[in-house]
């Protein structure tokens, strides 16, 4: 059988293919693009020639892959295969940043929290989520410029505002908004997500991200995860009293703790080990060791609250209490060291410089100070004029203030005996010590949410000045946190059921046994379609960059069709 001769007028069309079925996967599992359609509010007029939702869903799909500038998404989409992203080939000169702007100004009219809901139970549904366990945290997303002219705090379906506030960035100088997000213990998949305005504080958003949870739960007997901002009598009584559960970390500035802390100076307690684990810094460092025991004394509402002993956090408290008293000494002694250019000349002046260098360095409580006055004898002349045999001097006696500092022994003994203590509060009386903090050392993975939310997909820098559309690209951001988080879970489950025991997704072919979804896309980015066209635009052949056998190996474990691969 002789091959037909091509026509001589063919070209080359080359696209990539690249992840963008496996993100058109998840995104069809979690039936987005039709909860697009479902929730965004009807346009007047006639409807567009490229919907809402499709540039939405390119949006997001350019947002996990390349994570380029709104203006450069048109580009990037028109090297790209444009029937995995959910368009007509017709429709990409339809794409552009104006038409992105628009859809996200669309999406901030829409009724996100109805649309958050169905999404997440679709989530929770499509991928079996268990959603006993939970964890909270915040971060900031920091701005630059005025942002005025936002609506008026009175508006209705305002956008958050963008202001001053408590920032996370260490950057008090700019303006923010308040992201709250939610995660499971079940793959850390994020569950929630709420942005508020930027003053607002940590915890006033707990009882409406509890409330949010216990809706889509549908009870609330579920364990709440969250750092100290929830340990308010006002939060901690909303969940109680709905019967649901807490654990968190109890601030040092609950009177229990320094009840507590008083009572071990004087008190043999019954610790007990309760968690052991390798020395995270060095291979041949001693284990970290933590013990625990329940506090004799219950919080003032009835909680319990529940004491550890960490070997790691002793060592450092230490160090830190060394380092806190070798600068407090190297600074007193600085202020009366020779050639001083202002000695003090009240013992008021002394004192009051003395405790400013205590404070800061929180060495208060470990330093004694005592000023001395002392009185010096010179002899100035009376008069002007050079001195000769016959000036008349007179006696001056001039008085100055020193610091002396000591340690206060028995304050250090005291200190040194809480040294590596840190309490957690509940209100759940079936967990056990062991499982309270195993529980709560899961915290850290909601933090690591955060940090890739600014490192891996570059939310910041934030060139939008609409703050209707900042609002909505930062939800579409917890999109894109989902979907990561989803696609991580999902290929280390099937890994583990298929026994898969790693896969060759770093360079050079070394294995990861918990892949990440960077390393999974890697597998497949790059890969093209290539056909020959003729002047009228008639496929004459189609064929495939050769898909990498752990790309093979991805895609069936995840059961994405092959097919846009050029196999069967």
Not at 23 to 47: I, K, S, T
Not at 63 to 84: D, K, N, S
Not at 91 to 96: G, K, P
Request: aromatic residues 8%; charged residues 25%.
């Amino acid at each position: 059988m002789t091959t037909p001769l091509l026509p001589a007028d063919l070209h080359l069309e080359s696209l990539e293919v690249g992840a963008t079925p496996l993100v058109r996967h998840f995104l069809e599992r979690l039936h987005l693009p039709a909860l697009f359609e479902q929730h965004l509010p009807p346009l007047p007029g006639r409807a567009p020639a490229l919907p809402t939702s499709v540039t939405l869903t390119v949006l997001l799909s350019n947002l996990l892959l390349a994570r380029q500038p709104l203006y450069a998404l048109p580009a990037w989409a028109a090297r790209r295969v444009p029937e995995h992203l959910g368009l007509q080939a017709d429709q990409l000169a339809l794409l552009n940043d104006d038409r992105i702007g628009r859809a996200l100004d669309h999406l901030q009219r829409a009724d996100r929290a109805s649309l958050l809901t169905t999404l997440v139970l679709h989530a929770v549904r499509a991928f079996d989520i268990d959603l006993e366990e939970l964890h909270q945290d915040t971060t900031t997303v920091t701005f630059s410029g005025d942002y005025a002219g936002q609506p008026p705090a009175d508006q209705a379906s305002r956008p958050p505002h963008i202001t001053f506030g408590y920032n996370k960035d260490h950057r008090p100088d700019l303006k923010q908004l308040l992201y709250s997000i939610t995660i499971t213990a079940d793959g850390a998949v994020p569950v929630h997500c709420k942005i508020y305005d930027g003053n607002t504080t940590d915890d006033q958003v707990h009882q409406d991200t509890w409330a949010f949870l216990r809706q889509i739960i549908g009870h609330s007997d579920f364990l709440y995860v969250a750092d100290s901002k929830l340990c308010t009598r006002e939060n901690l009584t909303y969940i109680a009293a709905q019967h649901g559960r807490f654990l968190t970390v109890m601030p040092r500035t609950r009177a229990e703790d320094g009840w507590f802390r008083d009572y071990l100076q004087s008190h043999p307690l019954q610790w007990q080990e309760v968690h052991r684990e390798p020395n995270p810094r060095r291979r041949d460092g001693p284990d970290v060791v933590y013990h625990a025991v329940e506090s004799p004394q219950r919080s003032s509402e009835g909680y319990r609250v529940l004491w550890y002993r960490s070997s790691q956090k002793e060592e450092q408290d230490r160090q830190s209490r060394q380092q806190r008293l070798q600068r407090a000494h190297a600074r007193l002694e600085g202020l009366q060291a020779p050639g001083r250019r202002r000695p003090f000349h009240t013992a008021r002046q002394a004192r009051e410089a003395a405790e400013r260098i205590l404070a800061d360095e929180q060495v208060e409580h470990l330093l004694r100070i005592q000023v001395d006055r002392e009185v010096a004898e010179e002899y100035r002349q009376v008069g002007p004029g050079r001195p000769g045999p016959e000036t008349e001097y007179r006696r001056v006696e001039k008085v100055r203030y020193r610091i002396r500092f000591e340690e206060d022994g028995e304050a250090l003994v005291r200190e040194a005996r809480c040294d590596g203590l840190f309490p957690l509060l509940t209100n759940d009386k079936q967990l056990s010590l062991e499982e309270a903090l195993g529980k709560y050392k899961y915290q850290p993975f909601v933090e690591k949410r955060h940090e890739q939310l600014k490192s891996v997909f570059g939310v910041t820098p934030v060139w939008l000045k609409n703050t209707g559309r900042v609002a909505s690209l930062l939800w579409l951001y917890y999109v894109v946190e989902l979907l990561q988080a989803l696609l991580e879970r999902e290929v280390r489950r099937q890994m583990e059921q298929h026994e898969v025991r790693s896969l060759a997704l770093y360079p050079e072919g070394r294995a990861s046994v918990g892949p990440t979804a960077a390393l999974v896309f890697n597998a497949l980015e790059g890969l093209r379609r290539h056909r020959l066209l003729d002047e009228q635009g008639q496929e004459w052949r189609r064929f495939h960059d050769e898909l990498p056998a752990v790309g093979q190996e991805v895609l069936r474990l995840l059961g994405v069709a092959a097919t846009p691969y050029g196999l069967a």
